[in-house]
């Protein structure tokens, strides 16, 4: 079992920056991920990591997004930098307890356990 707990949503303006940050409880996840999900829209991946360290990126992330992690605090982050008003959505911290691919893969389906979601909106 694992529980996540998400900090760090809020409103910016375009160009601006925000942390997002996850805090697991439990079992150690062996990849954890950020998703996010607009009204309407599909949830899609943003970027994730596999307990070794190993990232994967949407395209729209590259460049703009980091994702890292703090072991010995079990504590996830997305650094979030010349964020864009198309960057609004609800971002949902992710987490999955099994053995998985050697870079983990941004599909919903993949990860097992959720946090509650935190929104971000971008203001131009």
Known sequence: QVQLVESGGGSVQAGGSLRL?????GTFPYWMGWFRQAPGKERDGVAAISSDGITTYADSAKGRFTISKDNAKNTLYLQMNSLKPE?????YCAA?????????????????????GTQVTVSS
């Open 87 to 91: 960057d609004t959505a609800m971002y």
């Open 96 to 116: 999955r307890l099994r053995i998985g691919r050697y870079a983990p893969k941004l599909e919903a389906d993949r990860f097992d356990y959720w946090g509650q």
């Open 21 to 25: 940050s996850c805090v697991a409880s």
